[in-house]
């Protein structure tokens, strides 16, 4: 079981639900989620405990966007027939192994975590608890519960995951003498690691240069009309450099086979600003169209989710309770061990 196979075999991945998804989501993780589901076996959960250590004293905060972040999976064509979908609160095998795993995490670890320095700063929140601190210890048992061999993140997960990797080898050199207990995960990283915003810095609610997965069309054109472009284009005459563009980037994903004839225009100057995002509104408009219809068809169904949820909930559990058993077995903390 140790070092993990080549070729993924199980997925595990998480997000929080803390709000709307946006481009950025569909491109660095979504995408990725829909072609792991025919490959491997997958489990997507989300991640509401995670959520917890930022919104303890706002529960409903932290829960609100949970049925909706499901709807957005489901309608980027994320399959309840192929994946588990779960909340990982209803797994209760998270908390008990994320403490077991807690006993023997040295704090040096925890506090070394670029991610908590980073959050701990920019925050206005108080996050000064030891379930913050303990983050990475809670997503390593979320991972190790299922065996993954494999993790969709992006980049800025990559320190968790390292830590899980080493929490798993402690586990393993500690309690599994006759054979290792724990796989060690490999990170998978996305084709499109970072989605600019509109702003060309990198997309995300906060700096509130986001574009939504369910973006109403007017306000989808407005938005791509007053994006930012290489700013060396001041004038329509001026040559520009797409590589410098953050419009250009969007190509890639929505019409990679006008990218050519894109750069060559945008060089030349033969290309204005105008008809490049019109032309790519062209092309997003029927992408993202199915989307929302099956996004607007999913918000009437609120109990459909619900049933997802919880038939997912008992499918997680049947594997997280077997590798749990493993897990308590190995150090003694089997039912009847201490006669
Ligand atoms: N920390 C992750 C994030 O904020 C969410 C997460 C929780 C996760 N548990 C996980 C991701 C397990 C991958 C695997 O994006
Ligand atoms: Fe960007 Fe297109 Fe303008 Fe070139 S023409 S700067 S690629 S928006």
């Known amino acids: 079981m140790a070092e993990a196979d080549l070729k993924p075999r199980r997925i595990l991945s998480g997000m929080q639900a803390t709000g709307e ?27 509401n405990l995670h959520s917890l250590t930022t919104f303890y004293a706002d529960y409903r905060a932290a829960h609100r966007f949970i049925a909706p972040m499901v709807a957005d999976w489901l309608a980027a064509g994320i399959s309840p027939e192929k994946a588990v979908i779960f909340v990982q609160s209803d797994v209760p095998e998270h908390t008990e192994l994320a403490q077991i795993l807690a006993m023997f995490t040295p704090l040096s670890w925890l506090e070394r975590n670029p991610t908590y ?83 060309g810095r990198k997309m995300s609610k906060s700096y509130n240069n986001a574009i939504l997965l369910a973006e109403p069309e007017q306000t989808l054109e407005k938005k791509l009309l007053t994006m930012k472009t290489d700013t060396a284009r001041v004038r329509r005459s001026d040559p520009g450099n797409p590589e410098n563009c953050p419009v250009f980037s969007y190509y890639d994903f929505f019409a990679p086979e006008l990218k050519n004839e894109i750069a060559a225009g945008c060089r030349t100057a033969a290309l204005g600003c105008i008809d490049c995002k019109k032309q790519l509104l062209s092309r997003m408009l029927p992408r993202l169209e199915p989307f929302r219809q099956k996004r607007r068809e999913l918000a009437e169904k609120k109990n459909l989710i619900h049933d997802i949820l919880h038939e997912g909930a008992q499918k997680a559990r049947k594997v997280a309770a077997a590798t749990l058993a493993r897990a308590k077995e190995a150090m003694g903390l089997a039912q009847g061990y201490w006669l």
Not at 148 to 164: F, K, M, N, R, Y
């Open 117 to 199: 320095k980073d959050k701990q700063a920019n925050s206005e929140k108080e996050l000064d608890s030891y379930g913050f601190l303990g983050y990475p210890v809670l997503q390593a048992a979320d991972i190790l519960l299922y065996d993954a061999s494999h993790v969709p993140i992006g980049e800025d997960q990559l320190p968790h995951l390292e830590l899980t990797r080493e929490i798993a080898r402690r586990f393993n050199h500690y309690y599994g003498s006759q054979k290792a207990v724990f796989t060690i995960p490999q990170p998978l990283l996305s084709q499109f690691p970072k989605v600019p915003g509109t702003d």
């Open 21 to 47: 998804l946006h481009l950025g989501h569909l491109l660095g993780v979504l995408t990725n989620f829909v072609r792991l589901q025919e490959e491997a076996e997958c489990f997507f959960m989300v991640a």
